[in-house]
């Protein structure tokens, strides 16, 4: 398949960019703090504020404001929460993060150039993300892209498997002749107060007394331009292979037995003609149930492939939800990001990375990478 891979973008808890994400997530940068959305049982009793990965979108306004409360000190009232740590409902919040990490993307691959207008536009979200939300990221996008018109436009509602299922669709119809190129994104806030209660009372977040293996959660936008020419300089990496697949036993009481996971990996490295255990880039968020899912698709993914033995990094797995939490919608394009980045300095220590995220639903998705040279 290997198509080109021209432009990267993102914004993540520990970078305002791509390259400074990844830069931040190889030396193991964590930035996991208190958030306003929420707060969790404390180990001792009592409550102390929810801990997530928030992106400090106020630096694109000059950084955080001084405030004084006088009247407060005075009269010893709590402080109210800083402005710039209030996190906005809704499509809002994804705006503010989608539309940057769009925008460095298409800077980097397009370079001034024309909008092309055989090209598409597809979007990654949560499941559960407001029906009001796709449109309205689309018409944003555009927009801000300077001018950019899509011929073929697609809103993937499949959590953390939808930026992976996302570029599967788009590598798809540019493989067919559809398109020549396409700009794929995701993007997530499991930080929105709405979206982290909705978790929290479904026991999917972490709580020191109650819940030691749930979730972190973050947020994050990011967007990957693919080419089938590139018309505008090298490409930061190819991509060589996708897969997505179905998990039969998602949503009943059948114990998970890896399928999909695997056969959505076996389908990227069957496109891939992948000959050894790649590094691998994955979503596992600190979920018992993720990582049991993963211990159980490994060896059936791989069963007829070797490490290589001149390759450091063949058969280790890296997951950036240790540095900005569960990012969601978004997880699989950061770590695609992660790869092309990794490769591209050199530390990857291999030419190919695998990458996968599995939902909360059904979906599974695959994605192997390779360098562009």
């Not at 009793?45 to 004084?68: I, S, Y």
């Not at 009481?253 to 999909?260: A, E, K, R, S, Y």
């Not at 990996?265 to 069957?270: E, L």
């Not at 990794?342 to 059904?362: C, F, I, P």
Request: net charge negative; charged share 20%.
């Amino acid at each position: 398949m290997s198509i080109a891979i021209t432009g990267a973008g993102a914004l993540t808890p520990v970078g305002l960019s791509a390259s400074a994400t990844a830069s931040a997530l190889r030396a193991g940068i964590a930035r996991l703090g208190p958030i306003t959305s929420g707060e969790v049982d404390a180990p001792k009793g009592g409550t102390e504020p929810a801990v997530g990965g928030r992106v400090p979108l106020e630096w694109f306004g000059g950084g955080p404001k001084v405030e004084e409360w006088p009247g407060h000190e005075r009269f010893e009232h709590p402080f109210p929460p800083p402005q710039h740590l209030v996190i906005e409902e809704g499509v809002e919040r994804l705006l503010r993060l989608a539309i940057p990490a769009a925008t460095e993307s298409w800077q980097r691959a397009v370079r001034g150039g024309l909008p092309p207008r055989d090209w598409g536009l597809f979007i990654g979200l949560d499941a559960d993300e407001a029906s009001e939300s796709g449109p309205q990221l689309i018409e944003a996008l555009t927009h801000a892209l300077n001018g950019f018109r899509p011929a073929m436009v697609e809103v993937i509602r499949e959590g953390r498997a939808a930026g992976l299922t996302a570029l599967h669709s788009a590598a798809a119809a540019i493989a067919s002749g559809k398109i020549a190129g396409a700009v794929v994104g995701g993007v997530d806030s499991l930080i929105r107060p709405a979206v982290h209660e909705r978790l929290m009372s479904a026991g999917i977040l972490t709580a020191p007394s109650s819940n030691p293996h749930g979730i972190r959660p973050g947020e994050a936008a990011a967007f990957l331009v693919l080419e089938a020419n590139p018309q505008a300089g090298a490409p930061l990496a190819l991509l060589a292979g996708t897969g997505i697949a179905e998990e039969p036993t998602a949503g009943t009481d059948q114990p998970n037995q890896g399928h999909g996971l695997t056969n959505a990996i076996r389908a990227a490295r069957g496109q891939a003609a992948l000959e050894y255990i790649p590094l691998m880039i994955c979503d596992l968020n600190g979920e018992r149930y993720r990582a049991l899912e993963w211990l159980l698709a490994f060896p059936r993914s791989f069963v007829n492939l070797q490490w290589r033995q001149d390759l450091a990094t063949s058969g280790e797995f890296w997951h950036p939800a240790d540095c900005v939490g569960d990012t969601g919608a978004a997880s699989g394009i950061v770590d695609c990001i992660w790869a092309i980045e990794a490769m591209r300095k050199g530390y990857a220590l291999t030419d190919r990375v695998l990458v996968w995220g599995a939902s909360e639903g059904k979906r599974r998705a695959a994605a192997i990478l390779a360098p562009s040279n």
